[in-house]
């Protein structure tokens, strides 16, 4: 029988030099394909955001950009090279601040960054399984940790708890910002709106048996909470969330030793 061929672990499109070849605008054999990976890796963001990670593929891309499928793989090895080459490019849109700059307030620059992640992860919510998926570390990635990096370095904490603080912060807008994401998603694909699904799906759990007893019981936290629509709620829900996070790094600083 023969032996398979085993194929080497895939990596990351950033390793090995992958991400600097087949750049330019000129096609196999050296004839102009009027592609070059910016554009096509432009408009694989413009699919995913109008179509989804489901439906996506290189066909559909091709077909897209109006060439072979066999032309998109002049420019990348992969589909999984693309989507994280799309991954970086979507993480091009978070806007840094500075965390050296004079007068500023690190718990300030925190919860800018917080908000420029959730955002992203609402806009594109293909970004959070992608983000899960592939090493993550194209140059506009590094750039965002980086910066979240030397933010948290000036709250004082000592260096054996930055990481954690970092998970902390960015796991929480992570699972947050996903969840928010996909409910948006869900009631466009319902044709209804976020305020309309948020009363039926609750009455349908309310009028449950099973359920019942426990709407009841959350009803006084659901109150207190406040907010006119489902966007005012999570908004509370975030910013409350992020305070408590910031409470506690700040309560961790002064923490003896």
């Not at 799906?201 to 048996?209: D, F, H, K």
């Amino acid at each position: 029988m023969a032996k398979a061929v085993e194929r080497p672990a895939r990596t990351s499109v950033w390793l090995d030099g992958k991400a600097s070849r087949r750049s330019s605008g000129t096609g196999r054999g050296g004839q102009p394909s009027g592609l070059d990976r910016d554009r096509i890796t432009e408009v694989t963001v413009r699919l995913l955001d109008a179509e989804g990670l489901a439906k996506f593929s290189m066909r559909r891309l091709a077909a897209e950009l109006n060439v072979t499928a066999m032309s998109v793989y002049w420019y990348v090895d992969t589909k999984d090279d693309l989507l994280e080459l799309a991954l970086d490019a979507a993480s091009a849109e978070l806007r840094l601040p500075a965390p050296e700059a004079e007068g500023e307030d690190w718990r300030d620059q925190l919860r800018v960054l917080a908000g420029e992640y959730r955002s992203l992860l609402v806009r594109h919510p293909w970004v959070s399984p992608l983000a899960g998926t592939y090493l993550n570390i194209g140059p506009h990635s590094q750039a965002f940790s980086r910066v979240v990096q030397r933010v948290l370095r000036r709250t004082g904490l000592p260096a054996r708890g930055l990481t954690g603080a970092i998970a902390a912060v960015f796991q929480f807008v992570y699972g947050f910002g996903t969840v928010e994401g996909h409910f948006i998603a869900r009631c466009a694909d319902a044709g209804m709106t976020q305020d309309a699904y948020f009363r039926h799906a609750m009455s349908a759990v309310g009028a449950a048996p099973e359920t019942a007893e426990f709407i009841q019981e959350s009803a006084d936290m659901m109150a207190a909470r406040g907010g006119g629509t489902v966007e005012e709620m999570r908004e509370r829900d975030f910013d409350f969330a992020l305070e408590l996070l910031v409470a506690g790094i700040e309560a961790m600083v002064k923490r003896p030793e």
